[in-house]
């Protein structure tokens, strides 16, 4: 059973930091791209930032140089080291796996599989 369960989030005043993990078990993620996302109120889930069995990255403009997505195959983990947060970053964020190697920034429907999220709020 695949199960991805995101932490690390929390509240932070605008210019700060924060690392969110993803404990990825049951499934062979370093074969597959995975992603991080994330839902505003009122809003469309985007796409954050992901990476693909090749380490390859890609990163929504709203993020790039702000945003590192890495992983750590000892502990089955992924990770989203987020710096510079604005409140336009608060949002609930989410980890998702697919079922394809190579990625850079795909479309949602091809992450198959999700957590639960952590939600991010950042104050001005």
């Known amino acids: 059973q695949v199960q991805l369960v995101e932490s690390g989030g929390g509240s932070v005043q605008a210019g700060g930091s924060l690392r969110l993990s993803c404990l990825v078990s049951g499934y062979s993620y370093r074969r597959y791209c995975m992603g991080w996302f994330r839902q505003a109120p009122g809003k469309e889930r985007e796409g954050v930032a992901t990476i693909d069995s090749r380490g390859d990255t890609g990163y929504a403009e709203s993020v790039k140089g702000r945003f590192t997505i890495s992983q750590d195959n000892a502990k089955n983990s992924l990770y989203l080291e987020m710096n510079s947060l604005n409140p336009e970053d608060t949002a609930m964020y989410y980890c998702?796996?697919?079922?394809?190697?190579?990625?850079?920034?795909?479309?949602?429907?091809?992450?198959?599989?999700w957590g639960q999220g952590t939600q991010v709020t950042v104050s001005s």
């Open positions: 998702a796996a697919a079922a394809v190697r190579y990625c850079s920034m795909p479309p949602e429907s091809v992450f198959l599989y």
